[in-house]
């Protein structure tokens, strides 16, 4: 990615697992970023301060969803505004409900106002952690490694890498044509196509192997079109490259348990 220098960003909920990639690009690009946390002296987002560049270029603020002077202190005099945080709820469906009611109020209000809002929707997403606790997502792959889930699901999900949903968020920023709704994903495959996946590259874990419904049809994969990023240059990881390396970092940063028989290099075809 080409260097920049001079630009002023803001990312709110910096210490996620997607806005931690993000931070981490960025300030690699030469971005001065300003992100928001609720507690900057919290642990959990010590990783952001250990990032190349942070040192001189990171300005981590404490701030709320619910405080909205908070917000405006950490927004004010900012080139640009990456927008990830997200009230905190144990309910998935009332997260998803939010994220849905909040991408709506925000395009009716950069509509009313002027305001130049690009909104991107990635799927479930897989990939390295550089934050030190387990998120959601991560955690729906890593219940199959552990013995946890003695069957998989009759269902299908859409995933991407976490890599490549940080840097299409920069694309989108710095792509002055870029309007409306990018869907983010890779490709869809069936809970039992993920479990081959991660039997091949790790069969040392106790990897469920049966269906937990075996008298519906197997679900079939959805349609969806990722064309739009791809037309801005966005060359996706395959999901093979995303589970193997959400599996490795479990590994790396002592989650799961890693055996001496396959702990070599591994090489994997789209």
């Not at 694309?171 to 196509?193: I, K, N």
């Not at 039997?199 to 990722?226: G, L, V």
């Amino acid at each position: 990615m080409p260097s920049v220098s001079g630009k002023f960003v803001c990312v709110t909920g910096a210490g996620g697992f997607i806005a931690s990639w993000l931070v981490k690009l960025l300030l690699e690009k030469g971005y001065t970023v300003r992100g928001t946390v609720r507690n900057p002296d919290d642990p959990k987002n010590f990783h952001l301060r250990e990032l190349e560049g942070a040192n001189e270029r990171l300005i981590l603020c404490k701030a709320d969803l619910n405080d909205y002077q908070s917000l405006v202190e950490a927004i004010n005099g900012c080139d640009g505004v990456f927008h990830t945080a997200s009230p905190v709820t144990d309910d998935p469906n009332w997260y998803c409900y939010g994220k849905v009611v909040s991408e709506q109020a925000a395009c009716d209000l950069a509509k009313e106002l002027g305001l130049d809002l690009v909104v991107i929707n990635p799927v479930l997403v897989l990939g390295p952690l550089l934050q030190p606790s387990l998120n959601a997502s991560v955690l729906h792959i890593m219940k199959y490694l552990t013995g946890s889930a003695k069957t998989y699901a009759n269902s299908i999900q859409a995933y991407v890498h976490v890599k490549d949903v940080a840097l299409a968020h920069i694309l989108l920023f710095e792509t002055p044509s870029a309007s409306g709704r990018y869907l983010c994903a890779e490709s869809v495959l069936h809970r039992g196509e993920v479990v081959e996946i991660l039997t091949k590259f790790f069969p040392e874990y106790p990897i469920p192997t049966k269906c937990s419904d075996e008298i519906n049809p197997r679900k079939k994969p959805y349609k969806f079109s990722n064309q739009r990023l791809k037309d801005l240059g966005l060359d996706f990881k395959p999901v093979k490259q995303a589970l193997y390396d959400t599996v490795k970092s479990l590994q790396e940063k002592g989650h799961l348990q890693v055996s001496p028989k396959n702990d070599g290099p591994i090489t994997i075809q789209s």
